[in-house]
């Protein structure tokens, strides 16, 4: 059996305020399209149809080639918006599964029994519902003696007793195909001149046939969302789902809801996450690595038993066994090698750290290599732009770099050889060899 997903992405979210089309509105740095896009891959290996409009262009660079697109010119409703998606599918599909973007939290495993319903049903749909004392404006869910839905009353045309009802419609659908085309071809105009996709309810209901429904299990998929308000809550809720999900594969959270764990980020097992902890992008920590509290690493790559105390990492690399924080700041291009210590007020970028560098507090490296073993003391500076263009600095295995030393670059230090404190080098240093003072001289051969 073809099983087919359409989702419902044309509208413009007037009620967010905002110059970003709803469904693109990020959700743990994804968009709320995105989400959707990724539950109803679950159903089917069809591509989805996508139903565009407002942000069509926005929407189509979010997604790219994982959906067909329909453009909805005129937004006349959900019965036309999945009107339009008919030339694309007609004679192609045997269930139609309906949702909509803007409902992230919905699971791919909700949608698949639904589908699952659905194919048991006798009659031509099964839609979603929720049972919850909040209405939230959805529309009460009326079922038969038989457990069948007779009619959905949207909230603004309940009467007393049907506001009672706290069986609510959540907007997620599955039709046999060949009975939607027809149908939405009969949906009565409403008084707002819009053509609604609930109305085939009543359709199939006159006809005699029966109309399905589960209840979900979980709230939290129900969240809608059509302010920013909402948007917190849905960012709540799947930040929860996502913390949980690593949990579940042994890391420890200190403090799940103040953690934020980006969608595509991996941990390895009994790392632990302090409070305050942002981990973004396509990121990826170890096992047994302490992260935070305080620290944000984005697109970043951490070996194993890593400590990052109250740090800001971006599109760095870091191997085994480093060390670095409080305060301390990678940029992109930044490698550390295994055993690197990283103090206080630090920052690195463009650069290579050798096995077991230390590097200490107040200190810069820019486009730089530093041999193994080497110590760069305290409030070092590689002085690698000129104004117009970058230099580099190449350090020696086992150097040491006194405190307060300018390495003016370009720049060669051999091995083994060292720098008195305060010292400004201008010209390269070869190994075995003490410079001191400003400019820096070479005053000694270490290895006599």
Known sequence: MKITSIILAAGQGTRMKSELPKVLHPVCGKPMVWHALQAARVVSE?????????????VREAIG????????????????????????????????????????????????????????NSGPMTMLTIVTDDPRGFGRVVRGDDGGVTAIVEE????????????????AY????????????????????????????GLAVEAGLRVAAIMLEDAVEAIGVN?????????????????????????TFIDPASSYIGMDVKIGQDSVIQPNT????????????????????????VGDRCIILSSVLEKAILEDDVDMG????????????????????????????????????FSYIGNA????????????????????????????KEVFIGSDTMLIAPLEIGDRARTGAGAVVTKNVKEDTLVVGMPARAIRNLKK
């Open 46 to 58: 069809e591509t989805p149809v996508m139903v565009i409009g407002h942000g069509a262009q926005g």
């Open 65 to 120: 080639d994982a959906a067909k697109y329909v453009i909805q010119v005129e937004r006349l409703g959900t019965g036309h918006a999945v009107q339009q998606a008919e030339s694309a599918l007609k004679d192609d599909t045997d269930l139609i599964l309906v949702s909509a973007a803007d409902m992230p939290l919905l699971s791919g495993d909700t949608l698949s029994k639904l589908v699952e319903t659905q194919k048991a």
């Open 156 to 171: 603004a045309d309940a009467t007393l007793e049907q506001q009672t009802i706290k069986e609510l419609n959540v907007g």
């Open 174 to 201: 599955c039709f046999d195909a060949n009975w939607l085309w027809d149908a939405l071809a009969r949906i009565p105009l409403s008084a707002k001149g819009e053509y609604y996709l609930t109305d085939t309810v």
């Open 227 to 251: 302010t920013r308000i909402h948007l917190s809550e849905a960012e709540a809720g799947m930040r929860l789902r996502v913390n949980r999900r690593h949990m579940l594969n042994g890391v």
């Open 278 to 301: 942002f981990l973004r992008g396509e990121t990826k920590i170890g096992a047994g690595c302490e992260i935070g509290p305080n620290t944000i690493i984005t697109d970043c790559e």
């Open 326 to 361: 409080p305060f301390a700041r990678l940029r992109k291009g930044a490698y550390l090698s295994k055993g690197v210590h990283m103090g206080n007020f630090g920052e690195v970028k463009d650069s290579v750290l050798g096995e077991g560098v230390k590097m200490g507090h």
């Open 369 to 396: 290599n530093i041999g193994a073993e080497t110590n760069i003391g305290a409030g070092t500076i590689t002085c690698n732009y000129d104004g117009v263009n970058k230099h580099h600095t190449e350090i020696g």
